[in-house]
């Protein structure tokens, strides 16, 4: 059993950075695959980033060059770092998790956070 929390979610202008922590519970951290999903009001949760226990990363087209996914198994944690943030990355953003990279990556894995929201205005 894996139990996830996010936080670091709060309110920033455009252009601007935040970094969101997904803390895990469990020893065999290392071993799962890690990811990032986010759901804006009305809309369907939507895949984000995703990163192996090997670190390998991959990530969503619409965040490339301005997210970065990491994890730190030391501290049970994965990261995402966001900069350059814009008005339409707002939105509930979920950890998951599971021990298939590809499960993670359609949104399949067996464990969720319960979000941190992430807000982009003036």
């Known amino acids: 059993q894996v139990q996830l929390a996010e936080s670091g979610g709060g309110l920033v202008q455009p252009g601007g950075s935040l970094r969101l922590s997904c803390a895990a519970s469990?020893?065999?951290?290392?071993?799962?695959?890690m990811g990032w999903f986010r759901q804006a009001p009305g809309k369907e949760r939507e895949f984000v980033a995703v990163?192996?226990?090997?670190?390998?990363?991959y990530l969503a087209d619409s965040v490339k060059g301005r997210f970065t996914i990491s994890r730190d198994n030391a501290k049970n944690t994965v990261y995402l770092q966001m900069n350059s943030l814009k008005p339409e990355d707002t939105a509930v953003y979920y950890c998951n998790a599971d021990q298939s990279p590809m499960t993670v990556l359609r949104g399949l894995g067996d464990y969720w956070g319960q979000g941190t929201q992430v807000t982009v205005s003036l």
């Open positions: 469990g020893r065999t951290f290392s071993s799962y695959a």
């Open positions: 990163i192996s226990d090997g670190g390998i990363t």
